[in-house]
């Protein structure tokens, strides 16, 4: 008979591979009593990627920086303007004696019977009178021409001339209405003299 053929002995086993000794530094760092963050991990290039620009505002006409004068009102504007430079300061009777008057409040005639100021003497203050004001179309303009409209809402919004009117919003209104109104008007190409929201000029 022949020999039966010897039973196939058993693979050896590799010896295991060695961890690599790790360093001490390596070892502190993971250890668990240590609370230290670690190092974060690169980021990618999409990462720094900018965000999408915000919707653009809607087009609308760019409201003037001055209004459209005829030559008549912007000749009396002049006018007003050499006027104010030369008109003096109006001060009160006894202003400069009591201090509850006050040097530059509110102008109140002299009545006194035997009040020098009354009587135009030269040595007192000039009284007001007629002859210091400026002309009548320009009162109530602002120094670059704009006739000033007091606004509350939007309603009177499209009544306005964007040549020749602006817009003042009234100080009792909150800034939530306030900026509807700008935005309102900003959209219908008016000045307003009080924002609160000014554009960067580029």
């Known amino acids: 008979m022949a020999d039966p053929e010897p039973a196939e002995k058993p693979a050896a086993k590799e010896p295991a591979a060695t961890k690599p ?83 530059w409040v509110s102008w109140r005639t002299p009545r006194g019977v035997q009040s020098k100021q009354r009587r135009h003497y030269g040595y007192r203050p000039v009284v007001v009178s007629i002859g210091f004001g400026s002309p009548r179309a320009t009162r109530g303009l602002t120094p670059t021409g704009f006739r000033p409209v007091l606004v509350r809402t939007t309603d009177i919004l499209p009544t306005l001339d964007p040549t020749r009117d602006a817009v003042l919003i009234a100080g009792t209104v909150g800034t939530r209405r306030r900026l509807v109104i700008e935005e309102a008007a900003r959209l219908r190409g008016l000045h307003v003299l009080n924002p609160i929201v000014r554009e960067r000029e580029e």
């Open 21 to 103: 000794t790790e360093k001490k530094s390596d070892a502190k760092a993971k250890s668990p009593g240590d609370k230290r963050p670690r190092r974060a991990a690169p980021k990618d290039a999409d990462d720094d990627a900018k965000p999408e620009p915000k919707a653009a505002r809607k087009e609308a006409p760019k409201a003037p920086r001055r209004p459209t004068l005829d030559p008549a009102l912007a000749r009396l504007l002049s006018i007003r303007d050499e006027t104010d430079r030369r008109r003096p300061k109006f001060v009160r009777t006894a202003s400069h004696r009591y201090a509850r008057i006050g040097r």
